[in-house]
C-alpha cells in the first residue's frame, strides 16, 4: 500500500506542476483556447493536485483510520474527475481527452482495491 500512496502521491504532482506551470500545452490537445482566466481555473487544479499529493504522500505510514480516510478521498477525486472527463470528451474535448478517461478508471480501480484492504486491518 506505502508504494501505492507513494505513486499516486508522485502522479499528482506531476499532473499538478503541469497545470501549475503549463496549463496552456496541458490542455492543447482539447482545443480549448487558454486565456489567462481560464489559465487561472486550471492553476487553481493544479495547486489543489499538488496539494493532494502531499496528503498521500503524508498518508504513507498512517494507521488503519487515516489510511481509510485518505483512500476514501482519493477514490471520491478520482470518481468525479472521471465524470468531469466524460463530459469534457462529449462537449467536444474528443479523442485527445479520453487518456484522462483511462487514467482516472485506473487510479479510482486502485484507491477502492485499497481502500478495501485498508479497511480489513486492525483498528
Known amino acids: ?45 493544479g495547486a489543489t493536485l499538488v496539494g493532494l499529493g502531499v496528503i498521500t504522500w503524508m498518508a504513507r505510514g498512517a494507521n488503519r483510520q487515516g489510511l481509510v480516510a485518505v483512500l476514501t478521498g482519493n477514490l471520491v477525486v478520482q470518481i468525479l474527475s472521471l465524470g468531469v472527463a466524460i463530459r469534457t470528451v462529449m462537449l467536444g474535448g474528443g479523442p485527445s481527452a479520453t487518456p484522462s478517461i483511462f487514467i482516472h478508471v485506473v487510479l479510482g480501480a486502485f484507491f477502492l482495491f485499497f481502500l478495501l484492504q485498508a479497511k480489513k486491518l486492525p483498528a
Open 1 to 45: 500500500m506505502k508504494i501505492f500512496l507513494s505513486i499516486a502521491a508522485v502522479f499528482a504532482w506531476l499532473f499538478g506542476a503541469m497545470l501549475l506551470l503549463a496549463p496552456g500545452p496541458f490542455y492543447a490537445p482539447t482545443g480549448l483556447a487558454m486565456t489567462p482566466m481560464v489559465a487561472s481555473i486550471a492553476q487553481a487544479h
